[in-house]
């Protein structure tokens, strides 16, 4: 379920939005050792409506001495496209400027007019129609293979080979600004993939419509609560080192605020 910051009485201290805001982050971990993992992909989603530029990451998290741990190290991958370089700084580079895509098993394609993830494409202002090319190849079965836009669903791509691959040039009507990504994902567990079930995800492609920013009232007063729940976590803290330290912090967390304040505006 989506998590809702506004209502549960235990603390909050997940900084992540504050460090969104403050320009702290490189990118998301879509993938990784949870037990929800369409909470944190709407919590990206949320993200992304807010305007922030966010790759696809993700991360195993495995303990390797704990048996009992679901799935082994390297079950939760990012795939980053490094332009033929194979070396530690061009995939971090790669990785940062959002030419990935994020699996525990399928692999994937997608362009949308022309353009690959992590670019950006620039429309002037009014009604536009963009072909998204879209492939996936996956070594289980997977259920869907959809064109996600602004956090909602704008095209279920058919499957072929027992749903383990696809292809397909999709039109999109394209009139506002936002992002798009491609995701694949199965009901339920599907051997060799050792995870609660098949997923996997691109970065954004992101469209600029006129002068039109990236915006949803409704996605940063989400945060905005957060945020709250958050500075009255820290305003009960009894364990501050000095005051200077709880001043510097209450700073931080009221600047990141301001971020969203701004972004809720119609």
């Not at 504050?18 to 993938?31: F, P, R, S």
């Not at 009604?127 to 090319?133: N, S, T």
């Not at 945060?223 to 500075?231: E, G, K, Q, S």
């Amino acid at each position: 379920a989506d998590p809702d910051p506004a209502r549960g009485e235990r603390p909050l201290t997940h900084e992540l939005p504050v460090d969104v805001a403050l320009g702290k982050v490189d990118y998301y971990e879509v993938l990784g050792f949870v037990d929800d993992f369409w909470a944190t992909l709407k919590v990206w989603y949320r993200l992304l409506n807010c305007g922030f530029r966010l790759p696809a990451g993700a991360g195993t998290d495995a303990m390797a001495n704990f048996a009992s741990l679901r799935g082994p190290v390297g079950l939760n991958r990012v795939f980053v496209k490094t332009g033929g370089s194979l070396d530690h700084d061009a995939f971090l580079a790669g990785l940062k400027a959002g030419r990935t895509f994020a699996s525990n098993g399928p692999l994937l394609e997608l362009s949308l007019g022309g353009k690959e993830p992590g670019d950006e494409i620039r429309l002037p202002q009014g009604k536009h129609r963009l072909q998204a090319r879209v492939a996936m190849k996956s070594i289980v079965p997977v259920d869907h293979l959809e064109i996600v836009a602004n956090g909602l669903v704008v095209a279920s791509v058919p499957l072929g080979g027992d749903g383990t691959q696809a292809s397909a040039t999709v039109g999109l009507r394209v009139s506002q600004s936002g992002w798009y990504t491609l995701r694949a994902w199965s009901k339920r567990p599907r051997w060799p993939v050792l995870d609660l079930f098949p997923l996997a995800t691109t970065s954004p492609i992101y469209v600029t419509v006129g002068d039109q920013p990236i915006r949803s009232a409704e996605d940063a007063r989400f945060f905005l609560a957060w945020i709250d729940r958050l500075v009255a976590t820290a305003r009960q803290h009894e364990s501050w080192n000095s005051e200077a330290e709880e001043t510097a912090t209450l700073a931080l967390l009221a600047q990141a605020r301001e971020v969203y304040a701004l972004r809720s505006l119609p």
